[in-house]
């Protein structure tokens, strides 16, 4: 199958900062990228579906402004945290679509302290 | 209604033995469905897609869609103790970007 990248696989950081995930699409070009975040023992949910080239689709009740997506290319978006707090510590995952299939990266561990 | 439903499970299955998941959507003109496995601490990983009728096999993983019925099933045959996980349905809607998944289903298998 399709391989999608995640880096960082973990990041810890102070409540305040900004953290930036980047996520690739390694052997496939994706028009549509996908951002879920998970807490412990719950499904995934997802925060905002992004093409690229153009803004990114926000959920209901995730906050733009918070969360930016920019999906720069065919093969890398990111997602940045601006001003953390410990209530955004999450699984982070990405996701991409090729043709048929949606892929997921491994996901980034967020701790915010 | 929810427009994937999934029994939570937990199931547990003897090793050996043969792991039947189900899943039921509601949207009638879905053409697309797919399984996904998630490990616990881990992102979900793609195994199975299916969008005809019938079934459709993979080593020991077999997909069943019924779409009169609305139903579609994941059997594991020979399941081992490295099947434990959590399955999740996922069904794209027609002209839809997104999936809707289902809540997934706890498996154990027991050695």
């Known amino acids: 199958g399709a391989v999608v990248s995640q880096h960082p696989s973990r990041v810890i950081c102070k409540s305040g900062t900004s953290v930036k995930i980047e996520c690739r699409s390694l052997?496939?070009?994706?028009?549509?990228m996908f951002w879920y975040r998970q807490f412990p023992k719950q499904s995934l949910m997802l925060m905002a579906t992004?093409?690229?080239?153009?803004?990114?689709?926000?959920e209901q009740g995730v906050e733009k402004d918070k969360f930016l997506i920019n999906h720069a290319s065919l093969t890398l978006s990111t997602l940045t945290v601006t001003s953390a707090h410990p209530e955004d510590s999450s699984f982070y995952i990405c996701?991409?679509?090729?043709?048929?299939?949606?892929?997921f990266g491994p996901g980034t561990r967020l701790t915010v302290t | 209604q929810k427009e994937v439903e999934q029994n939570s499970g937990p199931l547990s299955v003897p090793e050996g033995a043969i792991a039947s998941l189900n899943c039921t959507y509601s949207?009638?003109?879905?053409?697309?469905f797919f399984w996904y496995r998630q490990y616990s601490g881990k992102s979900p990983e793609l195994i199975m897609s299916?969008?005809?009728?019938g079934d459709k096999e993979d080593g020991r993983f077999t997909a069943q869609l019924n779409k009169a019925s609305q139903y579609v099933s994941l059997l594991i045959r020979d399941s081992q103790p490295s099947d434990s996980a959590t399955y999740l349905c996922?069904?794209?809607?027609?002209?839809?970007?997104?999936?809707?998944f289902g809540q997934g289903t706890r498996l154990t298998i027991n050695p």
């Open positions: 996922a069904v794209l809607p027609q002209g839809a970007q997104k999936l809707v």
């Open positions: 996701s991409a679509r090729t043709v048929y299939e949606q892929y």
């Open positions: 992004s093409n690229e080239g153009s803004k990114a689709t926000y």
């Open positions: 299916i969008y005809s009728n």
């Open positions: 052997d496939f070009q994706a028009t549509t």
């Open positions: 949207d009638r003109v879905s053409q697309s």
